[in-house]
């Protein structure tokens, strides 16, 4: 075994590897850019070197610096996590001729399944089912057109050299297809350097399962199971869970079958995982081999019981499998999702910023769990902790969350427990998206396929209309939360006793009138509130609400609303009211009860601003010309995603501030309307 090691990668997934290698007694090294000088894995690894900028460009992708640092540490072995560098063969052969081991098959490998296309081509020979399509070289957009009339639609274009759900676009008719494919080809050279795409018939209501692969040096290949991962907005899994509940044992077996036998058709060794789609009758397809180890790994780890990124090590290290296929077992389901700082609300944008609250459930081993690995009820896998900072340069993930229970009803109620257990100030989060996501009949039943979310995504989002009770329970809560200030700063003062100290609106020849306002989204909340000590009439709107008995004790509030007892969790700080009811959350931000008259004027902007910092890719529209409102004026590229700025309302351009190629901050005005 290694005694040092370097992991070319950042965040959760070096976190990750650094946690079994210390397991092992195993020393490692980490790498960061500029922007993660204070990030966890720099302060967890036994050692971390500073490689470059913060752009992926100047620093995570920089292989050469890499391996100098490597080197210099005497490093016997590297370990490169997902995305980055993990599935590129060029690196991958630099790392083996400088006599450092590569933690993932060999570049050999990784080039016959690099491309899309030339993966698909390999299995097909090799009796894998495969979807038709075009994987042709000739790229020139007529002939692509012309491919496209002859497979018919819907069709998918999918980045040749791609993954991870970049580069794809779902066409439905033939006038569609130039605008997605230079789309398609524009991210996909952003994302991953080339923009080579392929063609494939698009199936309807598919599934994603996938099959976790492992192979070693001693030519032995077995598969450790599925991982149903349906659950996609924009080809970006949601959640995943092992076992699929959609998978006769019949059909399992096939599909495992199929996935060693991809492996071995090129001589796999390490991790990866074989993705296929699986139409509704159960015919299923080859998609692609992900060669390395994939952010949903810890699904399978936790029904199996085993460390996958120990199995790296081993057999990066040349040892044989550990164990052999009729030796792997499962017990019980396992789920996880992504927990990104990024608003549902506005169109799933990413965020950025100070976590100024991260509280997360306590990780709770189960005794089955053999010193944590796999068995575990609830386990957190983050590489940020309370207090960093979520930047613009990488992927916005805050934590996985995954949880473990003896069947698939019993986990999916440990995952709402875990959700509602969680809070996240500072940038906005999917929290309540996923709380929706979990309680959705479409989960629950086990009948989503990969575009269910797109097409009902309403069906998730916050409604339009505030509840009632949790609004109450909000002010309830900061209400509560004021007497106890209040009383607080009064045991410090001369007379703690004094009535002036009670926080109740009491005023000499009148009954208390306390004012509270909130800002939820775009919406600003005003109320007013008689009593104290727990004992209220809240008046919101026309109606007057009867609060009685309320207690705050810890993040536990109970209190009798309109005659109900009713029991929430509930958090009040920093300006923020966190409130949550076992169904689902309200999460409000306290306000001044006094506004500007510019804050309520409403007055149209007419200019259009970028949301976050990002790059210019495109500008459509030039000075003069008209457009009409929902017309894209230009498109910008944050956080590896192509966002679309459009005009906010009919009229014509005035001024355009930007070219392709800038980078801008946040907020910064890129044109304006006449």
Known sequence: MFNTILIANRGEIACRVIRTARRLGIRTVAVYSEADADAQHARLADEAHCIGGPRPQDSYLRGDVILDVAKKTGA??????????????????????????????????????????????????AGVPVVPGYTGEDQSPELLQREADRIGYPLMIKAAHGGGGKGMRIVRQASEFAANLQSCQREAASAFGRDRVLLERYIEHPRHIEIQIFGDAHGNAIHLGERECSAQRRYQKVLEESPSPFLTPELRARMGAAAVLAARAIDYANAGTVEFIVAPSGEFFFMEINTRLQVEHPVTEEVTGLDLVEWQLRIAAGEAMPLQQDQITQRGHAIEVRLYAEDPDAGFLPGSGTLKTLRLPPPQPSPASGGGRGYGHVRIDSGVIEGDTVTIFYDPMIAKLIVWDEDRPRALARLRDALAESKITGPKSNIAFLERLVRHPAIVEARIDTGYLDRHLDEFLAPAETDTSLLLAAATAQLLAQEAEARNIATQGNDPTSPWAIADGWRLGHGGIRRLAFAHGDARIELTAHGHDGDYVIELGDASHAVSGARLEGDALSARIDGSMRRFRATCGNGEVLVHDSQQRLHLHAESVYRHADQASGSADHRIRAPMPGRVVVVQKQTGDAVSAGDVVLVIEAMKMELALKAPRDGVIAEVRAKPGDFVEGDTVLATLE
């Open 76 to 125: 016997q072995a590297i370990h490169p996590g997902y995305g980055f560098l993990s599935e590129n063969a060029d690196f991958a052969d630099a790392v083996q001729a400088a006599g450092i081991a590569f933690i993932g098959p060999a570049g050999s490998s990784m080039r016959k399944m690099g491309s899309k296309a030339g993966a698909k081509d390999l299995m097909a020979a």
